[in-house]
């Protein structure tokens, strides 16, 4: 979704994903995966948030913000992540606040955001 959809050739293979600690959440929809997102330990604790994406045929229907919801539940406090600028309000209806300046990664503005 991110290399193709967003058009933006990020190293997605960043080996995260099969570290011990990282926790994998998704929402099946129609019998197939319609929500995604992980969460990967920093400062050794799990509380980064990432990934976060619905299948183009699922959205709308509140499933990322749902599982938003439940990965709440297995962070660690502050919990963070980098989101999408275009999306601070709608991680701000979830309870994060913007805790940094916007950068551009990959050619994407982010702002660091956080849940206290
Ligand atoms: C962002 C994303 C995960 C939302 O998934 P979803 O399951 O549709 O989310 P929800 O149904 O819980 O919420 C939908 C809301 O997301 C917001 N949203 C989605 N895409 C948006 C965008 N490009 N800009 C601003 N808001 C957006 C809208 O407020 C939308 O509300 P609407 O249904 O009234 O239009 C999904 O659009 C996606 O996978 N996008 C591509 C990957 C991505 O950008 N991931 C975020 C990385 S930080």
Known sequence: MFVVEQRCPYLDLDGRDLEPATRHCWILHAGVIGAYLRIVPDGGELRRIGRVVTAPSARGQGLAARLV???????ARPALL???SNLVGWYAALGFEPVGPEFVEDGIPHTPMRHP
């Open 69 to 75: 919801r439940h990965a709440l539940t297995l962070t």
């Open 82 to 84: 980098d989101a999408q």
